[in-house]
């Protein structure tokens, strides 16, 4: 079964689908922001009903506990289980695709609409005249990945012909980690606004050190005046907690904003896809000034711990303070 849950979903709603999930099958894989994957054999005959009578019961579940309404395909395979939750057009809905008719469903569908498929690839099937999932079972999968790559033309080929031995891995929503700043009034000064954005790296670096924990992605989120709000998440090269990193990827975010007369009234800064600090792996570095910062930073923290977290801070900091 594959629940795909309303864009945009807060994260507390989102934590509460699973749980109802988890009232149903004891194996559910959390999708990140707002999807997520079971196994329905062993729940099949624990509740003694058809998959696509469960997925109503979660519908309801949902619906009636946490007023969210969510898309529910269920298939033999990860793909087709997939790619029925997104051929749903209404905000929710149950869409079961029997074992032994799923290659005739899926020959139906435009080549866009199989699972896993991107934008970009679809493109270049169908300038090649491959415009449904039928079609592309009907090319030999080398001319596939010739078309596509090696590894992405053999998982399109595999998967348009229901091959997908992917297993549901039982997965909770990873805990995440977060730090906001309201300004007391609308701020259009791009150096304040990038030195409150520093001050924020700092505060959550230093709050996934104490935890031994280290993120995969950062979100920020900027709130503008009349309520609208932006955001944006991007994956960093590698599992950090540490300032210089996480400040590398939060000023690409807020490049990417683009912003030049907005007035902001907040700031958000969250840490997703967290991990334990000792699964980061350790390279040699060559790097002499990045391991003196880093020797620097374990210093600062010990100050902080010591004296407080504002007892260390950056200059640009330093110097809004004493202008404000």
């Given at each position: 079964m594959h629940v795909r849950c309303p864009d945009r979903l807060p994260e507390e709603l989102y934590r509460r689908v699973l749980e109802v999930l988890a009232g149903l099958s004891p194996v559910v894989q959390a999708l990140p922001p707002s999807a997520a994957l079971v196994e329905l054999k062993g729940a099949l005959r624990y509740?003694?009903?058809d998959a696509a009578h469960l997925g109503e019961i979660l519908?309801?579940?949902?619906?009636?506990?946490?007023?969210?309404d969510v898309r529910v395909g269920v298939g033999s395979t990860v793909t087709v289980a997939a790619t029925a939750s997104a051929q749903i057009t209404h905000?929710?809905?149950?869409?079961?695709?029997?074992?032994?008719?799923?290659?005739?469903w899926l020959a139906a569908l435009p080549v866009e609409a199989l699972h896993g498929i991107g934008p970009r690839q679809?493109?270049?099937?169908?300038d090649y005249g491959i415009h449904s999932i039928g079609l592309l079972t009907a090319v030999s999968p080398a001319t596939v990945q010739r078309l596509l790559g090696k590894k992405a033309g053999r998982l399109a080929a595999d998967r348009a012909r229901g091959i997908d031995p992917r297993p549901v891995v039982p997965r909770s929503l990873p805990a995440s980690a977060a730090v906001r700043h309201r300004f007391t009034s609308h701020t259009l000064d791009g150096a304040t606004v990038r030195a409150v954005l520093l001050d924020l790296v700092v505060q959550l670096g230093l709050q996934l050190r104490h935890r031994a924990q280290a993120t995969r992605t950062l979100t920020l989120t900027l709130r503008f005046a009349g309520g609208t709000t932006?955001?944006?998440t991007r994956r960093l090269p590698q599992p950090s907690a540490h300032d210089e990193d996480l400040r590398t990827i939060a000023y690409q975010l807020m490049d990417a904003a683009?912003?030049?007369r907005a007035r902001l009234t907040g700031i958000a800064l969250?840490?997703?896809d967290l991990i334990d600090a000792d699964q980061v792996a350790e390279q040699i570095s060559l790097d002499g000034a990045r391991e003196s910062r880093l020797v620097a930073e374990q210093a600062m923290d010990r100050i902080r711990d010591k004296f407080?977290?504002?007892?260390?801070?950056?200059a640009t900091l330093v110097s809004l303070r004493r202008a404000s």
């Open positions: 509740h003694g009903t519908r309801v579940r949902t619906i009636s506990h946490l007023g969210v905000p929710g809905g149950v869409l079961a695709i029997a074992p032994d008719q799923a290659a005739d679809a493109a270049v099937l169908r932006w955001e944006k683009g912003l030049q969250k840490a997703e407080g977290p504002a007892s260390v801070g950056p």
